[in-house]
């Protein structure tokens, strides 16, 4: 092969390599566009907003996917921890607890566990209540 048949090949090459990277970029931008994370700004907890529970008034908008209607307090480090750990404040904090929907709320690692816990109980109350008839 000579230079000239050389040179024309690597060429080609470089031009289907970047004609494939060009290609991904697209691609990938493309997919940013279809799962961009809704902007949701943070909401500074103002006092005059805290409810006589400790907790600030609901806005009714999930922290995580924005949906609005229905929402459930959601407790950033869990009351169990803080009482294990003795931070008994941390309970009642306005600044410890976000407010999310059912759905995003059931995905937390608490509400996974005390499902787990529950199911495992009921299993054992059927156990132990077969045992016995």
């Given at each position: ?27 990938a ?7 961009e ?15 006589k ?30 009482k294990k ?5 941390l ?9 999310l ?5 059931d ?10 816990l529950?199911?495992?109980?009921k ?11």
């Open positions: 092969m000579r230079f000239h048949d050389r040179l024309l090949a690597a060429a080609a090459l470089t031009m289907a390599t970047t004609s494939i990277i060009n290609g991904i970029i697209q691609t931008r493309e997919i940013e566009k279809i799962y994370i809704p902007n949701i700004q943070a909401r500074l907890i103002d006092s005059k907003t805290v409810t529970t400790g907790y600030p008034n609901k806005q009714s908008e999930c922290r995580i996917c924005g949906k609005t209607g229905y929402t459930e307090w959601h407790h950033i480090i869990s009351r169990g921890h803080a750990t003795n931070q008994l404040d309970i009642e904090n306005p600044g410890n607890v976000v407010e929907c059912k759905e995003c709320h995905q937390t690692t608490a509400s996974k566990s005390r499902y787990l529950e199911k495992k109980q299993k054992w109350n059927k156990r132990f209540w077969n045992s016995y008839q």
